[in-house]
C-alpha cells in the first residue's frame, strides 16, 4: 500500500557476468513512474506509463520483473535474464531502524543469484549465462543528502558485500548511520549501527569499520566519475547522482584479529555523494 510516508519507491536489478554490468532501476515517485538503467557504457532514464506491484512482482510499462528473473522491452533495450534461487539476508538489513520513520528504508532482497538470458542493446546481444545477479530496494521520501554505498559480489572466490554510509535525519536530530553484510564461505556477517558498529574512516575512497571482534576495511578507486542517475528529494526524481559501475575495491576483514577474507575486483557498482 502506498502509504503518505512513502513518496518514492524504487528497486536496483543488478546482472553481471565479467565486465559485462547492467542495472535496471524501476521505480515510481509522487513525479511519476520510471526505469532507470547503467550499466558499463553508460546510463539512461525512461518514463513509463505506470508501475504496478503485486507482491514480488513489478510491472513497469512493458518490462516485468519478478523472482524468477525479468522481461525487457525497452528502446534499444530487450531481452529476458533467468534467476536461480535468490539468496536474502538472514534478517532485515534494517534492523530495529525498520520500526521506525525513516527518511529512506533500505532492503536486501538477494545478496546474489545465478543469471541466464542476455539483452539485446542497440543490436548487440549480451549474454548473461553464467553471470550473477544482486536485487536491493529502496522506499521513503528522499535519498540521505550525503552518503556512500558500495556493492560487489565478483571476486575470485564466492563472496558477496553490500555496505553503506549515510547521514541519518532520526526525529529531530541526526546521526551518521552504516549498514555492511558481507556473505562469505557460507556465513553472514553484519555491522551495524544498530550492532554497536563503530565508523573508523568514511571517505571517498576508504573505510574502516570495527565491530566487537571484527575489523573491516575497503579501499576504492574509482576508474571513472560513473554515470548519471537520477535520485529522489520529497517524493520528486530531481537530484543528480553518479554511480561507478567498475569501480576497483579490495576488501579485508578480521575476525578475532585473524584475516579471513582479504579480496580485490575490478567491478564493484560504487556511489559517493557529498553535502
Known sequence: MWSRNIKFEGWYFKHQLGDTVVAFIPGK??????????????????????????????QAGKCLFTPYGCQIRLPGIRGDIYYGDLTPLTSDIMGPFRFFPMECRHGV??????????????????????????????????????????????????????????????????????????????????????????????????????????LLDIRMRPVSDGHPLLAPSKGQMKISIRESICCRVRIRLWDRGKLILNLCSNTAAYEYVKK
Not at 515517485?29 to 508501475?51: D, H, M, N, Y
Not at 529502496?138 to 572466490?157: I, K, R
Open 29 to 58: 515517485a509522487e513525479s511519476g513512474s520510471f526505469i532507470q538503467v547503467t550499466s558499463s557504457w553508460g546510463s539512461r532514464q525512461f518514463t513509463v506509463p505506470k508501475l504496478i506491484v503485486k507482491g514480488n512482482i513489478i
Open 109 to 214: 532482497v538477494s545478496m546474489a543469484h545465478t543469471l541466464e538470458g542476455g539483452l539485446t542493446i542497440d543490436g548487440i546481444y549480451h549474454s548473461f549465462d553464467g553471470g550473477i545477479g544482486y536485487i536491493e530496494k529502496d522506499s521513503g521520501v528522499s535519498f540521505p543528502c550525503a552518503y556512500q554505498w558500495l556493492q560487489c559480489n565478483t571476486f575470485s572466490e564466492p563472496c558477496s558485500v553490500m555496505a553503506s554510509i549515510a547521514h541519518i535525519p532520526f526525529f529531530h536530530r541526526a546521526f551518521t548511520g552504516c549498514i555492511c553484510a558481507i556473505v562469505y564461505e557460507g556465513k553472514e556477517y553484519r555491522l551495524a549501527t544498530y550492532r554497536g558498529v563503530r565508523i573508523l574512516t568514511a571517505t571517498e575512497r576508504h573505510i574502516r569499520l570495527a565491530q566487537h571482534h571484527l
